[in-house]
């Protein structure tokens, strides 16, 4: 299964290369305020699905862009159930990044069992960098077994985020935690693509991340790295529930801890908004 990840993942990072060479072609849609789609964006899902849906026709998919697809013979009796096999897609995380430019985007692909991920592929294609993790066998770049850093104090973490591009109600929450982290860590960066984030963190190159409103095509495959890579995942009070949630922490076990500490009374609950899910 993780071949076949890694086979549709390098599929729409191809597609993604050639559309980089000439931005200017490239029809851009604008879905709500600072949330765009491209063509790109869905030729390169269109190959993830047709590669995922040949080699298992049976498994059902949930994407950025077309939603959920039931495998065949895969229709539940509470539409609400997930899947026996769920295949988790974001065919261009970053998107605009993509658009102008800007060189920090991927292609996340994950796979849940009976609700649990197992599988994770997510894949640079602008830096050829593929990360691939399989649950109990470890979290790779390259082929080149990976670990989270061994940094234990915030003074000396460098942090990744991600801050509110389209939903401002939780600005003032996130400034506050702007401002903490830049006053007692090394650093803060905001690159722009979460699942790319997730994968620098298992690869020891952030020493801790957060976001809040993310999908689940965003943490998917970036989670399972990151804890294959011997780091932790939670929502901001430190539980599992950031997959429903969309408020994920990820971290060294120590700067987790601390991070969970620091952050945790500053959160904002979202209020009267849909759960993320995978409906």
Same mark, same amino acid.
Not at 39 to 60: C, F, N, Q, R
Not at 93 to 101: A, L, V
Not at 173 to 185: D, G, L, N, P, Q
Not at 188 to 195: D, F, Q, S, T, Y
């Given at each position: ?17 050639? !559309? ?9 849609? =604008? ?14 899902? /269109? ?17 950025? &862009?077309? #939603?959920? $697809? ?62 691939? !993790? ?16 061994? =940094? ?11 801050? +509110? ?8 929450? *996130? ?13 803060? =960066?905001? +690159?722009? /693509?979460? !699942?790319?984030?997730?994968? *620098?963190? !298992? ?7 957060? &976001? ?39 971290? $060294? +076990? ?19 908004? &849909?759960?993320? #899910?995978?409906?």
């Amino acid at each position: 299964m993780l071949n076949t990840a890694v086979k549709a993942a390098r599929r729409a990072g191809a597609i993604i290369n050639r !559309a980089s060479l000439d931005l200017d072609l490239v029809q851009v849609t =604008r879905k709500s305020h600072n949330d765009f789609v491209t063509e790109v964006d869905k030729a390169a899902e /269109a190959a993830v699905i047709e590669t995922i849906m040949t080699a298992y026709p049976d498994h059902s998919i949930l994407a950025e &862009e077309s #939603g959920m $697809t039931r495998g065949r013979g895969q229709v539940p009796k509470d539409p609400d159930d997930a899947p026996d096999f769920l295949w988790v897609i974001d065919p261009l995380d970053g998107t605009t990044n993509f658009i102008h430019g800007f060189p920090q985007y991927c292609v996340s692909i994950a796979l849940a069992q009976r609700g649990q991920v197992t599988q994770g592929v997510v894949y640079d294609p602008t830096r050829n960098d593929l990360f691939t !993790a399989s649950k109990g066998r470890g979290a790779f770049l390259n082929d080149r077994r990976i670990r989270v850093s061994k =940094r234990a104090k915030m003074a000396e973490a460098l942090i990744g985020t991600g801050f +509110p591009s389209r939903e401002f109600d939780r600005l003032d929450a *996130y400034v506050k935690m702007f401002r903490h982290i830049t006053e007692h860590s090394a650093g803060l =960066r905001r +690159p722009g /693509a979460a !699942a790319l984030d997730l994968a *620098y963190l !298992a690869a020891g190159r952030l020493d801790g991340f957060f &976001e809040m409103g993310l999908k689940p095509w965003d943490i998917a495959a970036g989670s399972l790295l990151v804890t294959e890579a011997g780091g932790l995942v939670g929502d901001f009070q430190g539980n599992s529930d950031y997959m429903h949630s969309g408020d994920l922490l990820a971290a $060294t +076990p120590k700067v987790f801890a601390l991070l969970v500490q620091q952050l945790g009374p500053l959160h904002q609950p979202r209020i009267e908004s &849909e759960a993320v #899910g995978t409906r």
